[in-house]
């Protein structure tokens, strides 16, 4: 895997409009009502964000158009929305090492 030096680039402009902070703000209440009540609700999608052009134009440029994870060179098209941005943590049920899931998971980190 490619090591990205994050100190030297700044976040997609898309998570810094109004959107992306109501986004956090459903995501901080998901947190509170499964922490607080318990739940059976999976977390906010995130889909909004993945299918914006401009962030997956952005993230294709940050990574310089080839796959965070084996390097291989990665298509993105912005005429036909070819290009994929995947998660690398889970956004919810993950399974630590007893096999136990925590529904809230990565939760908090979609957006950062």
């Not at 994050?6 to 402009?13: D, V």
């Not at 998660?87 to 993950?94: I, K, T, V």
Request: glycine content about 6%.
């Amino acid at each position: 895997m490619r090591f990205i030096d994050r100190a030297q680039m700044q976040a997609p402009k898309i998570l810094f409009d109004k959107r992306a902070d109501e986004a956090r703000g459903r995501i901080e209440e998901f947190i509170k009502q499964s922490l607080s009540k318990g739940s059976t609700r999976r977390a906010p999608s995130t889909e909004w964000l993945d299918e914006s052009f401009g962030f997956r134009s952005e993230m294709a440029d940050m990574f310089h158009k080839c796959c965070a994870y084996c390097e291989s060179p990665a298509r993105f098209d912005a005429d036909d929305g070819v290009g994929l941005v995947g998660r690398h943590r889970p956004p919810a049920l993950a399974e630590d090492e007893r096999g136990n899931t925590e529904l809230t998971a990565y939760s908090w980190l979609a957006y950062e």
